[in-house]
Structures are given as C-alpha cells and as structure tokens.
C-alpha cells in the first residue's frame, strides 16, 4: 500500500549523485523534474521521477492519498546545520545595546550574552526546555526546515549541560521533531571557573565527554575558538578527547578573529568549521586538507554587522559550503532558513542553485546525514516542501515573507497554508 502520490509538481531534487556534499560547479546542478512526482512508503521515498512514467508504474496499486500541487516547485526540506535552539528566555536588551555601538564580546565578558541565557537554562527544568524547543520546531517546519543540528553549551555544567541535550533526546524519540544533537561544553567559560578555565576543561574532558558519549547524548562535539574563549590548543585537546569517545568534531572558527581555528580541521577528522567570517588563505587550504565542510552563517554577520564570510573564494577553492540560521537568542534568532538562503545570494555572492544545495544536501553532509536526507532520491527519508511558487528562485527574490506552502517530513504534512490542496 502506498501512502502518498504528489504530481504535478516542478521538482528539484537536488540528486546526491556523488554521496558526498557538492563542491565547486557541482552545487549549480539541481536536478530538475518536470512535471513530476514522487511515491511515499512508509515516510521514505519510494520513486520519483515524470509523472506520465510514475502514474503508469504504479496504475492498479492501493494508494492512500494523491495531492495534486498543481505546478508548485518541490524542494528537499531544508537542513539546518549549526543552531543552539535549546534555549529558554531572550536577549532583545543585549540587541539594544549591540545598536548602540557595544560589541557582541564586551557583552559577553561583562557576564552577558551566551552567559546571561545559561542562567535561564540553568533555572529552567527539562520540561521547560522540551516545551520552547517544540514551539521552536513548529517554526523551523513554519519556515520549511525539516531537520535540525542542536548544540549545548547554554548549560556550561555538567548538569545543565546534560539537560539540554536530554530535551533534544526526548523531543526526537517522541517523534516530534528530528534533532542532530552536538555537545558543545566549551561554548564559553562559566563564570565559576573564570579563573581556572583549567579546571573546567578538565570536567569537560573527564567527565561530560564519557556521560554523554556513554548515553548516546550526542553525535558531535563542536567549541568556541575565539580570543578569550577557547584557544587552538585547548580546542585540540577538547575535540580529541571527543573524537575518543566516537564524537565527530565541528569548531566554531574564525567568527570574530583568525587564531589559528581553523587550520585543526585538516589534523583533527573535522567535519565542519563553522562562521569562518575571518577565515585566511591558509584556512581555506586546511579546510580542503582536511575533507571538511564550510558551514557559513550569514544571518550572524547580518545580525552582528560583521563583514560576510569569503564565499566566493572558499568555493573557488574547491572547499564545499553549507549554509546554517545558527539559530540562537544572541547573534542570530531566526529559524528562517529562506531568509538565510536570500542573504547567501545577495550578500555572499551564491548563486541562487548554490545556495539551495548548501540549505540540504550539503548541509545534510555537514551533520552526517547526507545518506538519509538533502536530496529527494529512491530510499531517502519524504522530507520535502511545496513552494507557493513554480520556482526556487521565489525564496531568495521575495525575501522577507513565508515562500512554503507545505512541509512534509517522513512522508506527513507538518504545516500547510490550506488545509485541504489538490
Ligand atoms: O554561533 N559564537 C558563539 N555562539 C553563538 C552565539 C550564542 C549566543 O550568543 O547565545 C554563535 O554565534
Ligand atoms: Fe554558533
């Protein structure tokens, strides 16, 4: 029994012809289907391809729903790739004071920014955060997103730390939503530990790292590398450690200042380096070292009024790129991914194609999950949406308002403009 037949539909399926992220001009091919549809079984892609040769294959079979889009362009569902959406409470005081000329690491070194919401997680209970993190994934599904990576690192102890990535835990096996969770301890330095950071990188080390790795808590480890955060050094020993314990390593790199963040990726298996704002050349060619996906954030640039992340030079390179809200209550609180994809393209130079392969198959490949989703292909997960549009080209040109008609995830609708379409 089939559950799903959608027809009619201008689909672009982004073909993950290579099992790996897209690099170079390969990421301007998104596969395009005319008049097209795709069979659901079971919240996995049975067949897609033309309407005309899916209809007549499957002409007889017991069919439980057919939606006609009628010409609406389907995209793979968006993937999320860098977020810390494990939070209660906002900071539109800090956003104030950042347009008043203090800077994002004033704020935080006078015990605001990441600090001030790890207060608020601390106090919150698991209930408290399973309930923001739910009405966050109605927005992610609002927006088109349809799976997510969630880092820690609002806790900063061992705890709290433990709490956040238990409230992406149970939100995944409630089947609410589906949450690619990274342990990320070194987010910042707890005030306890101002003056023995030391000490606190001990406890993440020998105790956070074997709890959540033991508990399956986490698939990645990611830190902040950053002037007065993080160093290299201390970096390398955290993700290390991590990678020990089967973690895979993600770094916050070059956001604020080059220190040298971004050259581990090619001595440590990183998967991605992240903002890379002020990435160098000798960064990018550690990127490509080290196999590792560029995941660039410019809502944080926009929102912080940072300079836009070296696109266009780490593509040349042959670096693949991905694309991430960083969704958090800081430097970037939006869940918009079609807001993220219009600023790739008019701010960071991606062409509108790039832009829509680094928003889900690569950005799929940047949270290890480029077998399952990214791509509308036979066998991988039915996560897709239906844009109000016949084109793709409507999300970065008509910016600022909601381009989704439809979300669909493992095969089920999830938001939708109209209640009944076909
Ligand atoms: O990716 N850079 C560090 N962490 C986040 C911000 C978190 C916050 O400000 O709450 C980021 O920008
Ligand atoms: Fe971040």
Not at 12 to 28: C, H, L, N
Not at 49 to 68: A, M, N, S, T
Not at 225 to 238: A, K, L, M, S
Not at 389 to 409: C, M, Q, R
Request: aromatic share 8%; glycine share 8%; proline share 4%.
């Amino acid at each position: 029994m089939i559950d799903l037949i959608v027809k009619n539909a201008n689909i672009f399926t982004v073909s993950d012809i290579y099992k790996r992220a897209k690099i170079g001009p390969e990421a301007q091919d998104l596969s395009f289907i005319k008049r097209g549809a795709i069979v659901v079984k079971d919240g996995i892609i049975l067949d897609i391809g033309p309407q005309d040769e899916i209809l007549k294959r499957y002409e007889g079979e017991e069919i439980k729903e057919v939606l006609d889009v009628e010409g609406r362009a389907i995209l793979p569902g968006f993937v999320d790739p860098h977020t810390h959406a494990i939070f209660v409470g906002t900071r539109e005081k800090e956003f104030k004071m950042r347009l008043e000329g203090r800077s994002y690491l004033e704020i935080l070194n006078a015990g605001g920014g990441i600090l001030s919401t790890t207060q608020r997680v601390r106090d919150a209970s698991l209930e408290d955060l399973v309930d923001a993190l739910k009405e966050r994934i109605d927005i992610f599904y609002e927006w088109g997103t349809t799976t997510f990576e969630a880092k820690s690192g609002y806790g900063l102890s061992y705890d709290a730390e433990i709490k956040q990535l238990k409230a992406a835990k149970v939100v995944n096996e409630e089947g609410y939503g589906e949450i690619v969770p990274t342990f990320l301890g070194a987010h910042a330095i707890p005030v306890e530990y101002k003056e023995d950071k030391e000490a606190y990188i001990n406890i993440v080390i020998n105790e956070m790292i074997p709890y959540i790795a033991e508990n399956n808590l986490a698939r990645f480890i990611d830190v902040f590398c950053e002037v007065g955060v993080y160093t290299p050094d201390e970096t390398y020993r955290i993700l290390d450690a991590g990678i020990k314990h089967g973690l895979r390593a993600k770094i916050h790199a070059d956001e604020i200042e080059a220190i040298g963040c971004t050259e581990l990726a090619a001595k440590l298996d990183v998967v991605s380096c992240d903002h890379l704002l002020k990435i160098t050349p000798s960064g990018i060619s550690a990127l490509k070292k080290g196999n590792t996906i560029a995941v660039l954030l410019p809502g944080t640039a926009f929102s912080l009024r940072e300079e836009r992340a070296p696109a266009r030079k780490i593509i040349d390179e042959g670096v693949p790129i991905a694309i991430s809200t960083d969704c958090n209550p800081g430097s970037s609180y939006t869940e918009s991914m079609p807001f993220i994809i219009t600023l790739s393209v008019l701010e960071m130079g991606l062409l509108p194609e790039e832009a829509i392969t680094a928003a889900t198959l690569n950005a799929a490949y940047a949270i290890g999950m480029g077998n399952k989703i990214g791509s509308l292909d036979k066998g991988k997960q039915a996560d897709f949406i239906v844009l109000k549009e016949d084109s793709y080209l409507f999300i970065p040109y008509h910016y600022g308002v909601n381009p989704i008609f439809a979300t669909y995830k493992k095969g089920k609708r999830v938001k939708s403009v109209a209640t009944t379409i076909n």
